[in-house]
Structure formats: structure tokens, C-alpha cells
């Protein structure tokens, strides 16, 4: 079972999380003055709230500087408005992981908030049923399960199909070209080929347009697309499990989701099986993308890093396709992916509902409210990093391959802990890897057109759509 309880690492890493809490007071900090702020249920409410907007307006612009300014007047802990009827208790302190743990807080709310997005998927269902459902798929995640179904092999084709056509087009807009990357690697995961691919593109696109807040479901409104472009994918993945059961495939990742067994020896069903695959494409596209764009930002700033990559790429005889394979022969491939993934988590903020009262950093947490920890404050956390705001890929050298669970945060904690995070971390590493093969080679390196727009911080932290790049000499 996949971190049902708490791992003897993670409750080391929450102890000292706690002794650290204790020593530095954190409960409000005493020179905070909350007297000429809102309050809201005890805590300050962030300044700069507007009517219908709440904070989204500050957040959307630059949400890691409107959090700094507001943590310096209301302390690690107060409310943020996600538009006027939603008040999230965001958290920035690296104790907030707790909240992750699912012991007070629950997932719920994700299946209320977009129910045609989620179905019937793992990300919004709780204890043993999410616990056997997971148990049922976690094993095609694993590295070992990625092996079997040649997830590296199908991501490298992905890459390489990917990579050449930017060599050719020479502007690539950076954002919209990675997603394309990631979404084509799910699917091509999940065993979809050829001109199928920009099919299903075109599906998932108007699939996501369910994350719109809006819920009028008029024919031509987004709620009403999206349901639309819910049922062709269905027909298609419930294809999909029908060849793989026809064909007795376990290998697959798919034949390993289906025959993958829970707590009790069953097998999921066929709408959690379906609801599960469909989810992939939907957790697993917009966050690795946004990994790889950012990933070729700071490489085209760093040429020491660019000419170290293109070093240990040079000496690769074949194209690595696991992990550890990987990290054997060009280490600095993952460090790279790690601290990208760092600086710029894609999910920034995590959020839970309560569903009992329970004690964080010296406050009371009341029921039935919303809790929020920003991924960015605490992936930037100074007494944890050096230079925090850097880009440095070599304070990962050193590690062996393991990271704590405040150090992986970006991946979420807990029993909802990213199930993909070793399809992204192949992903992301062998992106790199490829840049360096074609372009590298080349003596070419990314190389930013114009300036870099602002990014986008809600829902996913990305570079804009409009940031430009190109590879030359
Ligand atoms: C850099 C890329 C990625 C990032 C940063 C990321 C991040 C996350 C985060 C923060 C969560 C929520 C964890 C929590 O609530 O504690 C999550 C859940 C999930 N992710 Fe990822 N993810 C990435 C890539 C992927 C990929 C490639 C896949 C699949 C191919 C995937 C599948 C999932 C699934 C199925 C869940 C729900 C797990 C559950 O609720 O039990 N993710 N991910």
C-alpha cells in the first residue's frame, strides 16, 4: 500500500519541522502587528482584497511577491479570497505539509469543484477506497512498472519526433510546444499513435476547459465542451482496456493498471478504470510541460551548465531510457529536472479541506474550512536552501538519489503524493538529455527571443504563452 501512514523519514523530517516551529515561535511572529488588518475566524485576511475577485488579481500577477508582502504583515499564516465565495487559509511555512497528510484535511472538494473533470479518478476520493484504488494501480508507476512498459522508449520517440521539428521551425514558442510534448507522451504511453495523437490533443484541450469556474452548461459554454470532449475520450480509453484484456497484456501500462489487484484481490472496475487512465492525461500534461519550458529558460542563462550537460550527453553511446540508467551516465540531467521543478513548482498551491478540528503551528484549524500550503514558499524556504532564489543545479550533485518529502514537496506528501512523479522525472531528464543530442551537438544552445513575458501563476505556474525561444550558435 502506497503511504497509508507516515513513513519513519517523513515523521523525522515533521519532528524537526516542529522542534524548529517551537524554537523559532512561529505560532505569529510577535513583531507581526495584526491590529490594522482584517480578521477572519482568528487569522489576518491578506491585504488587497477586492469584490468578486477576492485575491485572484495579486495572486494571478505575481503570487510568490504577493505573498512575500503579505507574510510581512500577517505572519506565515492568513486567508487568501480565490474570488469572493472561496477563502483559503494559506499556509507558507514548511509545517503546513501536514496538511498533505490527510489525517484532518480531505480531498473532497476537488470532486465538488470540477466534478466532470474528476469522475470518478483517484485525485478526489479519500481513505480505503482511494487507498485500493491506488493499491490497484501504483504498481505500473513504479520504476520497475515504467521498465516493463517501455515508458522511457515511448517518451524518447516523443522527444526525438518533438525536437527535430523545432530544429526545423527555429522560433518555438516555448509553453504551447512542451505541452504538446507532454500530452503526446501520455497518450503515446496509453499506446496511441500517428495523426491519432493530434486527435486526442484536440480532445484533451477542450477537456481542460472543465477547470473554468463557470458552471452554466449551455451547448458552446465550457462546462458543456468539456462533458462533450469527456465522452469521446471515454469511448476511445474504454477501446484501449478492451485490447488490452482481449490481448491478456500485462506489460502495458495500461494491462498493468487493468489487472493490477487492491487490497481485497480485486481489480478496479471498469469506470474507475477509465476515470483513473483518463485522469493521467489531465494531471500529467500542463505540470511536466511547464517543467520543460522553465528547464530551457534557465538553460539558455546558464551556458555552464548548458556545455556541462552537452559534455556527459556526448558521451552517451545509447539513448538511456530508465532512470537509473539516467543518473549513471548523465547525472546532471536529473539535478537539472530537481531544481527546475524546485524553483518553479508547476502546482503551487496545495489545498485540502478540513474535515476535523486539528492543532498547526500553535493555531487551531476549525472544521469545514479550506487550508492552502504555497509549494513556492516552502520549495524557497532559506533555512533550508542556500540562495534560494538561484537556479543551481549542483546543490543536487552530492545527493544520493532519494530526497526527503519537504525536499520532493513540489510532488505533494501523503496518501495523494504525485502517482506520476517517476513518469515526469524520466520525462523531465530526458529532455534535457535530447536538447543536448540535437541541439548541443550542434554547438547551438536555447537562446530567449525578445524579453520574458510575465508567467502565469494560477492554476499552474508557467511561462507565458507568448515566451519565444530559439536555438543557435
Ligand atoms: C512535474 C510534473 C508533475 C508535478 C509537479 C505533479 C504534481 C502533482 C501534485 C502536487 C499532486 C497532488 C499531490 C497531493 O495532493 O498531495 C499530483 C497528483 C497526481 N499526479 Fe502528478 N505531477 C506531475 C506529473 C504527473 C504525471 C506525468 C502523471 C501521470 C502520468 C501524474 C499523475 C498524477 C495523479 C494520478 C495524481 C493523483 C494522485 C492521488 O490523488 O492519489 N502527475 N501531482
Given at each position: 500500500m502506497e503511504q497509508p501512514k507516515l513513513s519513519p523519514e517523513t515523521e523525522q523530517v515533521l519532528k524537526e519541522n516542529n522542534e524548529r516551529k517551537v524554537a523559532r515561535g512561529i505560532a505569529q511572529s510577535p513583531s507581526v502587528d495584526l491590529s490594522y488588518l482584517e480578521m477572519k475566524d482568528g487569522f489576518p485576511v491578506m491585504p488587497g482584497k477586492k469584490p468578486f475577485v477576492g485575491h485572484v488579481h495579486l495572486l494571478g500577477r505575481n503570487a510568490l511577491e504577493a505573498l512575500n508582502a503579505a507574510k510581512s504583515k500577517c505572519g506565515p499564516i492568513f486567508w487568501t479570497y480565490y474570488g469572493s465565495q472561496l477563502p483559503v487559509l494559506q499556509i507558507l511555512d514548511e509545517a503546513g505539509i501536514d496538511i498533505l497528510l490527510n489525517k484532518h484535511t480531505s480531498n473532497s472538494y476537488i470532486k465538488e469543484q470540477m466534478p466532470v473533470v474528476t469522475g470518478e479518478s483517484i485525485s478526489g476520493t479519500d481513505g480505503q477506497h482511494h487507498r485500493n484504488v491506488r493499491k490497484a494501480i501504483s504498481g505500473a508507476f513504479t520504476p520497475k512498472g515504467l521498465t516493463q512498459a517501455k515508458v522511457g522508449e515511448a517518451i524518447s520517440t516523443t522527444l526525438e519526433q518533438h525536437l527535430e521539428a523545432w530544429h526545423h521551425t527555429g522560433k518555438v514558442p516555448i509553453f504551447p510546444k512542451t505541452k504538446e510534448i507532454a500530452l503526446d507522451a501520455v497518450f503515446r504511453i496509453l499506446g496511441i499513435e500517428g495523426q491519432d495523437l493530434s486527435v486526442w490533443r484536440h480532445y484533451y484541450e477542450e477537456f481542460f476547459l472543465g477547470m473554468i469556474p463557470l458552471k452554466i452548461d449551455f451547448p458552446g459554454f465550457p462546462a458543456?465542451?468539456?462533458r462533450k470532449a469527456r465522452g469521446w475520450l471515454e469511448r476511445q480509453v474504454g477501446q484501449i482496456v478492451t485490447k488490452v484484456r482481449e490481448t491478456n497484456d500485462h506489460d502495458s501500462l495500461v494491462g498493468a493498471m487493468t489487472f493490477g489487484k487492491d487490497e481485497s484481490g480485486n481489480e478496479l472496475s471498469e469506470t474507475e478504470l477509465i476515470h483513473n487512465i483518463l485522469g493521467l492525461g489531465f494531471a500529467g500534461s500542463e505540470t511536466t510541460a511547464a517543467v520543460m519550458a522553465w528547464s530551457v529558460f534557465e538553460l539558455s542563462r546558464r551556458k555552464d551548465i548548458w556545455d556541462?550537460?552537452?559534455?556527459?550527453?556526448?558521451?552517451?553511446?545509447?539513448?538511456?531510457?530508465?532512470?537509473?540508467?539516467?543518473?549513471?551516465?548523465?547525472?546532471?540531467?536529473?539535478?537539472?529536472?530537481?531544481?527546475?521543478?524546485?524553483l518553479y513548482p508547476p502546482a503551487p498551491f496545495e489545498m485540502r479541506k478540513v474535515s476535523t478540528e486539528f492543532e498547526l503551528m500553535g493555531h487551531r484549524i476549525p472544521q469545514g474550512i479550506m487550508v492552502g500550503l504555497s509549494l513556492l514558499h516552502v520549495s524557497r524556504n532559506p533555512e533550508r536552501y542556500s540562495h534560494p532564489d538561484e537556479w543551481q543545479p549542483n546543490r543536487w550533485f552530492d545527493e544520493a538519489h532519494g530526497h526527503n518529502p519537504i525536499e520532493s514537496c513540489q510532488f505533494g506528501s501523503g496518501p495523494h503524493v504525485c502517482l506520476g512523479r517517476h513518469v515526469a522525472t524520466l520525462e523531465g531528464s530526458l529532455f534535457v538529455v535530447k536538447l543536448a543530442q540535437i541541439f548541443g551537438s550542434k554547438g547551438m544552445q536555447p537562446r530567449l527571443v525578445g524579453k520574458m513575458p510575465p508567467p502565469s501563476f494560477l492554476p499552474f505556474y508557467r511561462p507565458s504563452n507568448k515566451a519565444i525561444f530559439s536555438f543557435s550558435g
Open positions: 458543456w465542451r468539456c556541462l550537460l552537452c559534455e556527459q550527453v556526448a558521451q552517451l553511446e545509447n539513448m538511456p531510457v530508465t532512470q537509473s540508467e539516467l543518473n549513471k551516465q548523465v547525472p546532471i540531467a536529473e539535478a537539472i529536472f530537481r531544481e527546475t521543478l524546485r
